[in-house]
């Protein structure tokens, strides 16, 4: 299977990140992550721990951190065939800044990249309420191809654990990206 990129920026919803990281890395997938400078310190505060110690710990799938300052990255190039990109959690200026197809840092580059290429770009975006301009933002990149995936948490499935909420909103992500799971039990009638 070819890579999966994950941009992890500064909104608020860390956990999310963290646990999409451990979920890829139980299914032994290759992964590149890279975080805006905000999701970094976001990341940390939220945790307790960097992410880079975080990813460090994990040894089943590959992981590449990538300097989102720098370009020169396989991810930063529509010559790299990539099965998808998850941008969790996903703040309003970054989908300002994709949707303006600014392409400053690597991290927008890379879902400029995805866009353009036609993989799979899912938007795991955070905040409320939305104004007029994040709702904009948000329907250009719909129509341009992206998966917008708000991060609201269900209940119907009466979740006993943080762990619960997250790995149900894990299961979104991979149905989304066409990987097999068992995160949760689907709705039955
Ligand atoms: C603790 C914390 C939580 C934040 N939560 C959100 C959020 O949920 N949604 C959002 O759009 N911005 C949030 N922000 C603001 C963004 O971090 C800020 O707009 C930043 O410039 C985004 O840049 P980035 O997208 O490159 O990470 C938060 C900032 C901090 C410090």
């Known amino acids: 299977m070819k890579p999966f ?16 990281l451990q979920k890829l890395n139980e299914q032994g ?13 976001v990341f940390e505060h939220e945790m ?28 930063a190039s529509g010559s790299r065939r990539f099965s998808g990109m998850i941008v969790c959690p996903c703040s ?3 989908v300002g800044r994709i949707a303006a197809g600014t392409s400053d840092n690597l ?13 799979p770009l899912l938007l795991l975006t955070r905040e409320t309420p939305l104004h007029t301009i994040h709702l904009e933002n948000l329907l250009r990149l719909s129509k341009t191809g992206a998966t917008i995936m708000p991060i609201s948490p269900s209940f119907y499935h009466h979740p006993n654990s943080i762990d619960e909420l997250l790995d149900q909103m894990m299961g979104r992500i991979f149905d989304h990206l066409g990987l097999e799971h068992n995160f949760h039990t689907r709705w039955e009638e």
């Open 92 to 94: 309003m200026g970054t």
């Open 5 to 20: 990129i994950v941009g992890i920026t500064g909104a608020s919803g860390s956990p999310y990140a963290w646990r999409l």
């Open 107 to 119: 991290l927008i580059r890379a879902a400029d990249v995805c866009l353009k290429e036609k993989f």
């Open 29 to 41: 997938l290759e992964v590149y992550v890279v975080a805006s400078e905000t999701g970094m310190l």
């Open 48 to 75: 307790g721990f960097s992410l880079d110690s975080g990813v460090a710990g994990l040894h089943q799938g590959t992981f590449h951190i990538e300097n989102v300052k720098s370009f020169f990255s396989p991810i």
